[in-house]
């Protein structure tokens, strides 16, 4: 009888298995870490095997960007699901920020152009349920001021984020980081309330 272990990647776990090894080499070492080679090494598979599910290494940098929208979605309904409505848009600003400085190396791929959401349809899906996610706080009474609104806010709260990660930004620590980031949003918010309302 043998008492060795069964291979846990067997039933479909390898994918999946990949996906999570390649999130935690992009958060140790950038997108420049990341390849097939290292991720199969990091699951302890042979160096092939990760070529039954994706086919180069833009696949993989793919489906991990596509991982880190799935987590950035549910991030951005989590942080507003239990606020009154009128604070919810500045409460998910300061999520989508918090995401970016909490996971930069993951926020830069999802946004890089290593990887196309044009030709990735179920990349492009997961980011547009994370926009969508914002679009419906940005400006819900008003479908016709939605575009505009949601683009405002993705380039105010993606802008913001950037310039933070990038240390452009000259602050004294979290707590000013934090107050920055509650004053810029809170101005912000009072301005497309007053928009909304003329």
């Known amino acids: 009888m043998s008492t060795s272990q069964p ?3 067997h039933h479909g ?7 999570e090894a390649g999130l ?3 958060a140790t070492g950038g997108a420049e870490s990341l390849g097939l080679r290292e991720v199969a090494r990091a699951v302890g598979v042979s160096a092939s095997a990760p070529y039954r599910h994706f086919e180069n290494r833009q696949a993989l940098l793919a489906a991990v960007a596509r991982e880190g929208f ?4 549910a991030h951005l309904r989590a942080a507003g699901k239990d606020w009154p409505a009128d604070q919810q848009l500045e409460v998910m600003g300061r999520a989508y920020i918090g995401f970016a400085l909490d996971h930069p190396q993951l926020f830069r791929l999802m946004f890089s152009p290593l990887v196309s959401k044009d030709a990735n349809p179920a990349l492009m899906e997961a980011a547009r349920a994370a926009y969508e996610s914002l679009a419906a706080l940005a400006a819900p009474q008003n479908p016709e001021a939605r575009r ?3 683009v405002s806010t993705w380039a105010l709260v993606h802008g913001l984020s ?3 990660l990038d240390d452009q930004i000259r602050i004294e620590g979290e707590a000013d980081r934090d107050m920055l980031v509650e004053a810029v949003l809170a101005r912000f918010v009072a ?3 007053a928009m909304a309302a003329a």
Do not use: K
């Open 162 to 164: 950037v310039l933070l």
């Open 191 to 193: 301005g497309l309330r």
């Open 7 to 9: 291979n846990p990647y």
């Open 13 to 19: 776990d390898l994918r999946r298995a990949l996906i």
């Open 148 to 150: 505009e609104a949601t």
């Open 70 to 73: 799935i987590q950035f979605d």
């Open 24 to 26: 935690a080499l992009l």
